[in-house]
């Protein structure tokens, strides 16, 4: 069931134009920043988006700590951003800090990608498991999805590992 919901997500991201998202992106920002729990944080964990998905980088903009994951041989890790934080590819095609400090501990508010969100609030991913074993290990304070209309579904059957989302920021047309 999740690898049908997962090629059903990625073909309709596919097949839209980024601009189609432009309008949710912003809303979904706006939810963000809104958010007394982001408003109360001091580290913010983001992402940087791949291939549609909802892009938040303009949070950067904020006067927070802010940390991207880098997939590493254990699982992901949170690198602060800073003035010489370079990202390149990795091989899913992710822009990620190349090095710095990590800060899997600091992050008291994280916002995870996702490609579809249950209304009980479970994620399902690109089935790496990435998200889910950090979750399990570092769990931040706050931790919210974020997704475009589409991909909010009702619900699918979890597996033992997948962890629950405290919440999520959702876009309207």
């Known amino acids: 069931m999740k690898n049908d919901i997962r090629r059903q997500m990625i073909q309709i ?14 809303q979904i920002i706006k939810h963000i920043l809104n958010d ?3 408003i109360d944080a001091k580290c913010v964990g983001l992402f940087y988006p791949l291939k549609n998905e909802v892009n938040l980088i303009a949070l950067t903009n904020g006067n927070k700590q802010y940390a991207f994951p880098k997939v590493e041989p254990d699982g992901i ?4 951003l800073d ?3 370079s990202f390149r590819k990795s091989k899913f095609g992710v822009l990620e800090p190349h090095e710095g400090l990590i800060v899997d501990q600091e992050i008291d508010y994280l916002l995870v990608p996702a ?5 009980d609030l479970y994620r399902i991913g690109f ?12 769990r931040p304070k706050h931790v919210y999805g974020v997704i475009y209309d589409f991909q909010e579904i009702n619900n699918f059957t979890q597996d033992v590992f997948d962890q629950k989302l405290d919440g999520y920021f959702k876009g309207s047309k």
């Open 13 to 26: 991201r596919t097949e839209s134009s980024s601009t189609a998202f432009n309008a949710q992106n912003d």
């Open 36 to 38: 007394q729990k982001y």
């Open 77 to 80: 890790h949170f690198y602060l």
């Open 83 to 85: 003035s010489k934080t």
């Open 115 to 119: 490609l579809a969100i249950s209304k």
């Open 127 to 138: 089935g790496k498991g990435y998200y889910d074993r950090f979750l399990a290990l570092h």
